[in-house]
């Protein structure tokens, strides 16, 4: 079976039905390990061990990114490609992504508190980052409220598409403004600024997160699956009524 | 189930099911207090200051929006027509449908203020004041902008001429709303005094905006 | 029960629609309003029920119930339909015999009497035209009232939910109701009096 098989909806289910127990089994394992490693990794020597919420802060920043990512992904192959499994694919992926945001944003601000003394800072990462907790909340809307699946597919797209703008804005905000947020250092020009001592548990965190990402969008792709048939069904039932 | 009942249950559920719900309000009002310190700078202590005032403002501004549809929905589909010639008086009615334009729209707002106060670095002291104003204030700026919705209903685009009929009327509630809110946080003015009068127009609201929005719609509806 | 107009007049957006109108329709009895399009045959319906004013003469109901007021008494079917998409066909139905003050029993009765009782669950934003107007005919139904004032009720309906209709009239009529519809067809029960707008009186 190639890969390009599972544009068909009823393969993709047969497909989701196999791989989300053993996905979800294998995402608890790493979870356990990248628990074990976080506990033991060493405490900042300013912070103490509020830095471990790093390893949850972190990871939810990159996925929530991420997800936006993948959307405008699916956004090109609906405008595109015209690829059938597209829209489904974008749709399940805005609330996950929209709640890893959420976590970075929640867990940013526990952090923040103890060293900035507010919960909050209007500088350009978290004011970045909070647009594009907006943006997913806007696209969730979108979705919910046009009625006919293939044109609310359409109008996300083209949302999904223009909010993308928004993800090299977070990425570079701490590069181009004076911000209260840490420069960049993992992902940036050179070797990363931290000590691998703290930065395996990191990767290990947020491989942890990377799959739980990958279950939940396949058992909510699923579902949209599922509700799209309801939804035929029904129309079915009222055309061949009497 | 009696006819006002009826009417309530009806309005709630559809009210969740449609859209984004009761929630699409709540993105308004974040929205709104996102784009506030974008506009103003991100000077903290100002933030602090003004923070019920943006607050107050933005609630104002998201239950505006809602009112929009809440008779010209059931105007364009008929069942104005019907509700106008049902048993239970059209005062009753207008009032339990206010009822549940608050509780979709307005409720949310009070609920969904502590967090969002916290972008505007507000201590414990003051959202607590501002809520409790928000809980007193929401039902006032529904109940007052069913005489708005009601006076536009037969307008196809009425949006903007129900925002010029009705934010006149919410002065008084802004005005002792955000005095409420600050009067508890700084001096001189003890929270009681405006805070009294906040419930006072809440209360006659209550009483005057059915049966104005009732006479208005009778009106249109010739 | 017998329902009474003399001299009706109605005025509506600064124009008279009609004025001097006299008739009389007695329990058991059809009339068919006629006439071309902007006659008043809407309007008319529209002020017998009280959604507009009346602008000269009277209209009397004899024999009905004198603790309620006309409107009260009558079931206005109109072009639309008065349903929310997002609520079910038993929940729309449910609702409006609620408010009116129908019975809760009558209403699984009303949805099999037009043929929807198998679509009870489903969303009424489902429906086709036909079926939203079926719905809106269950309403009569579901709330028993003397009077019906029908606004073409045979609009979008196909011939066997025509023939339906008619059957539910004749029904309606046979139990002592009255019929008032504005129609530009015909209504398919005999001893049709009719209402002609627009010509000289």
Known sequence: MAITDLANPSRFLAFANRIIPWLGALTVVVFAFAISRAMNAPDDYQQGATVKIMYLHVPGAWLGMLGWGLMTVAALGTLVWRHPLADVAAKAAAPIGAAFTFMCLVTGSLWGRPMWGTYWVWDARLTSVLVLFLLYLGVIALWRTVEDPSRAARAAAILTLVGALDLPIIKFSVDWWNTLHQPASVLRLGAPTIDPSILIPLFISALAFTLLFAVLLLAAMRNEILRRRVRTLRLLQASTAS | MSALAAMLTRDLRVAVRVGGGALIGVLFFLVVVTLTPLALGPDLALLQRIGPAILWLAALLANLLALDRLFAADHEDGSLDLIMTGRAPLELVVAVKGLAQWLTTGLPLVIATPPIGLFLNLDAKAEGTLVLTLLVGTPGLTFIGLIGAALAVTLRRGGLLLAVLVLPLTVPVLIFGVAAANAAVMGPVPFGTPFTILCAFTLASIVVGPFAAAAALRQEME | ?201
């Open chain 3, 1 to 201: 029960m017998r329902l009474c107009a003399s001299d009706l007049g109605c005025r509506r957006g600064g124009r008279t629609v009609f004025e001097g109108l006299s008739f009389a329709v007695e329990a058991g009895e059809a009339l068919a309003i006629r006439g071309r399009n902007g006659a008043g045959k809407s309007s008319l319906l529209r002020l017998i029920v009280g959604l507009v004013r009346l602008g000269g003469g009277r209209l009397d109901l004899e024999g009905g119930d004198p603790e309620l007021s006309l409107s009260e008494q009558a079931h206005y079917l109109g072009h639309q339909d008065a349903l929310k998409p997002s609520l079910s066909v038993g929940e729309n139905l449910r609702f409006w015999s609620e408010f009116l003050g129908g019975l809760s029993s009558d209403v699984g009765e009303a949805l099999a009497a037009v043929g929807l009782a198998a679509l009870a669950d489903l969303p009424a934003a489902y429906l086709s035209a036909g079926q939203r107007r079926r719905l809106s005919i269950a309403r009569l139904l579901a709330v028993k009232r003397p009077i019906w004032l029908l606004d073409e009720p045979t609009s979008t309906l196909d011939t066997t939910a025509q023939e339906q209709l008619v059957g539910l009239m004749r029904a309606h009529l046979a139990g002592g109701g009255l019929i008032l519809a504005a129609t530009h067809s015909a209504l398919g029960i005999d001893d049709v009096k009719e209402l002609r707008l627009g010509a000289p009186q």
